[in-house]
């Protein structure tokens, strides 16, 4: 059976094109230019054809609640691991244990196996040093240093209400300082947000074309940036900084069930993880065993927020009209 993988860019009605018969279908929320790379890697190494359908977290989730009755894809692959939790409960995934599960420790892994981690990433602050030199702007430091009046209109961030991304800032914010605190932060930053991207990886594709000069999502798209040559200083916030954990799940009436657990067996293992890695996706590795490569800082190197995912899937509706209200209807 020849190799290939289906691609589409599922933007806005996210219209489903022909595929190859029986190919394993994966809701991706990673980024397209990654996400091919790594399910490219796995149909090479298993012969399992692959279409694809990008999504972010939120509407993702949304999509597969809404297919529910009758599912059209067989894995969520890529989204923060309380989004995982929050489709879990909701009865929209199925339960593997991985064969690798032993392998990984407990935070990369629910226990029942209706998720396994692919990759864990700290939020960062991408800066582009040349703008802010020429508006003899400092660069930040800090989350309080964003608040600077000389960044007004310069930030770009994703909206917490289609970004998981985006999200995990609220849970860091409300982690370090409490909720309310939080919130007041947000509100104070408002004026400095150029805008809310949909997507949680468009501010650093914004941040390499010079449209804003100061962005923020996780880090591996100002890791790359910076890795490329561009004039692009990767910061990590001194007060600290949450993380996600990505994760993949089988979703509940697969199709290609099989397949399904062979991509997160295969994404789980030592080559998956090696896979995942070698083109310096800048993805940090769920497995000791596994080096991220040369320049790319490990996770005891960041001055990291933990919060608990059950909490973080728990709250997401209630954090996210909150911010909704108070952000943007101020």
Known sequence: MKKNIAIIAALMAGTMMASPAHALVVYTSVDEENATRILGAFTEATGIDVQMVFLSSGPALSRIEAESARPQADVWFGAPSENHILAQERGLTQAYVSANADDLDEMFRDPDGYWHAIYTNPLALGARTDILEER???????????????????????????????????????????????????????????????????????????????????????????????????????????????????????????????????????????????????????????????????????????????????????????????????
């Open 136 to 330: 003899g702007a400092p660069i930040p430091a800090s989350w309080e240093d964003l608040l600077n009046p000389a960044y007004a209109g310069l930030i770009q961030m994703p909206s917490p209400q289609s970004s998981g991304t985006a999200y995990a800032v609220i849970l860091t914010l409300a982690e370090l300082w409490g909720e309310d605190r939080a919130y007041e932060y947000m509100r104070d930053l408002n004026p400095n947000i150029q805008t809310y991207t949909q997507s949680g990886t468009a501010p650093s594709g914004a941040l390499g074309v010079g449209e804003t000069p100061i962005a923020l999502q996780f880090s591996p798209g100002f890791l790359k940036l910076a890795d490329e040559g561009f004039p692009v200083e990767v910061i990590f916030p001194s007060e600290g900084v949450g993380y996600e954990v990505a994760a993949v799940s089988i979703l509940e009436g697969a199709a290609n069930l099989d397949d399904a657990q062979s991509l997160v067996d295969w994404i789980t293992s030592v080559e998956g993880q090696t896979q995942l890695t070698a083109n310096r996706t800048y993805f940090l590795p769920i497995r000791a065993d596994v080096s991220a490569g040369e320049g790319i800082p490990t996770l005891d190197e960041i001055n990291l927020v933990s919060y608990d995912p059950a909490y973080a899937s728990d709250n997401r509706e209630r954090l996210v009209d909150r911010w909704a209200d108070e952000v943007l209807g101020q």
